[in-house]
C-alpha cells in the first residue's frame, strides 16, 4: 500500500506538477466513485463504480456457480452466481472447466458446481458471458480455493479501474492519482500495488478556493464525450448517435468552408476521423458503427479516407474494425464490446460532484 509522505494536493502543487500528463480524478459520493481518466487535459475513460454494492460483478472475477439450466439449442448454460443472479457459459467457452462436486466428463448437468470467471460484463437484456478459460494469477491455485469455499462464493477478485487502464488505455504508470477525500485515498490505495506501480502519486485534493471539478474543468470535458454534437477546430461538426442497435455519427461541414470545395471537403473529413477515434475512445462506443462522411468525387477519396481510419485506430484498444466505406461514403466500423460505455455510467452517476 502506497503511503506517501505528503499525501495532499492543492492547486499550487498541481500548477507545479503540470509536466504529469496523466490524471485519474476519483471523486467520492456515499461510495459511489466516479474516475476521470485524462490525457493531456482530456478525458479518456469515465466510469462509475459503486463500490457499497458487493455485488456487482467485474471482468475476471471468478465464482463458484451452480449451472442452473441446460440449453442444447443454443450450446450454452445458465449458471448462477447467487441465489438469483444467472450468468451464460457458451459452450464454445468450455475448455478443462473445475467442478466442485463431481470429475468433468465432456459434459455439463443442471445442478452441476463449477468455476466461472466473467469474461464480459451484461448489458442491457443480456446476462454477464462467463467461460472456463481461467486467467489468474500464476500463484493462484483455484482447485484449492474451490475446495475451501462453497457455492455463490466469489474467490477470485478481477479486473479493477486500475488494471482496466493499465490494458487498454497505453498503461497507468506515471500517473497522479488526485482523490476528492480520504475514501477515495484508501480505496485506490487498496488497488495499486508498490511493486508493480512504483511510480503512482495517490493524492487527497485538499484545495478551500476551488472544487476539484471547477480545477479539472470536469463539466465541460465530460460534455465533449457526451454530447449528441461535437463541435471541430475547422466549423464542422459530428452528430453522435447511440441506438440500440447501432451507434450513428454524421459529418457535416457547418461553418467550415473555403475556395476549393474539394479540398474543404477533404480537410473536414480527415479531421473528423480524428476526432471520431478519440470519441470511440472516450464514450467507449462498441458494436456496430456507422460514419456518413462528407461524400466526394475524387477518385481516391475511398482510399485515403480507409487509411487515415485505420491510422487514427492503431492505437485504439480493442482497436475498432473498419469494414468497409461505401461508395455513398458510410463508413462500416465494429468494435469488440469488453466494457460498459459511457452512456452507462452516465445514468448512475451523481451530477452535483459537478458543482
Given at each position: ?246 451507434t450513428v455519427i454524421d459529418v457535416n461541414t457547418g461553418k ?63 482497436a475498432p474494425k473498419l469494414v468497409d466505406i461505401t461508395k ?28
Amino acid at each position: 500500500m502506497i503511503k506517501p509522505r505528503d499525501n495532499k494536493l492543492n492547486i499550487s502543487k498541481e500548477i507545479k506538477t503540470d509536466s504529469v500528463n496523466k490524471r485519474l480524478v476519483v471523486i467520492n459520493s456515499n461510495g459511489l466513485l466516479h474516475y476521470f481518466y485524462l490525457v493531456n487535459g482530456r478525458i479518456h475513460y469515465f466510469y462509475v463504480e459503486d463500490t457499497s454494492d458487493k455485488s456487482l460483478v467485474s471482468v475476471g472475477d471468478i465464482y463458484i456457480g451452480v449451472v442452473s439450466h441446460v440449453n442444447k439449442e443454443i450450446d450454452g448454460y445458465f449458471i448462477n452466481i447467487d441465489q438469483n443472479e444467472p450468468v451464460f457459459l457458451p459452450g464454445s467457452e468450455i475448455v478443462n472447466p473445475i467442478l466442485v462436486n463431481r470429475k468433468y466428463d465432456g459434459k455439463l448437468h443442471e445442478s452441476d458446481v463449477i468455476l466461472v470467471q466473467i469474461k464480459k460484463l451484461g448489458f442491457a437484456n443480456k446476462k454477464p458471458l462467463v467461460s472456463t478459460k481461467y486467467k489468474i494469477s500464476s500463484e493462484v491455485n483455484l482447485e484449492q480455493l474451490s475446495r475451501t469455499c462453497v457455492k455463490y462464493s466469489l474467490i477470485y477478485k478481477g479486473q479493477s479501474i486500475v488494471d482496466y487502464i493499465d490494458k487498454y488505455h497505453g498503461g497507468f504508470g506515471n500517473t497522479l492519482v488526485v482523490c476528492s477525500d480520504e475514501y477515495a485515498v484508501d480505496y485506490m490505495n487498496g488497488l495499486i500495488s508498490n511493486d508493480r506501480y512504483t511510480d503512482i502519486s495517490v493524492k487527497l485534493y485538499d484545495d478551500e478556493h476551488i472544487s476539484i471539478s471547477s480545477l479539472y474543468s470536469l463539466k465541460s470535458k465530460l460534455d465533449e464525450i457526451s454530447n449528441i454534437k461535437v463541435w471541430l477546430k475547422s466549423g464542422g461538426y459530428l452528430f453522435i448517435n447511440p441506438t440500440e442497435a447501432m451507434t450513428v455519427i454524421d459529418v457535416n461541414t457547418g461553418k467550415a468552408g473555403g475556395k476549393n470545395k474539394d479540398n474543404a471537403i477533404f480537410d473536414i473529413n480527415i479531421e473528423a476521423i480524428n476526432e471520431i477515434a478519440y470519441q470511440i475512445l472516450a464514450r467507449n462506443l462498441s458494436g456496430i458503427i456507422i460514419v456518413d462522411l462528407i461524400n466526394s468525387k475524387q477518385a481516391d477519396f475511398n482510399t485515403i479516407l480507409t487509411k487515415a481510419m485505420e491510422d487514427a485506430f492503431e492505437t485504439i484498444k480493442p482497436a475498432p474494425k473498419l469494414v468497409d466505406i461505401t461508395k455513398l461514403g458510410l463508413a462500416e466500423i465494429t468494435r469488440q464490446k469488453i466494457h460498459p460505455d459511457i452512456y452507462d455510467s452516465l445514468r448512475k452517476m451523481d451530477r452535483t460532484i459537478l458543482m
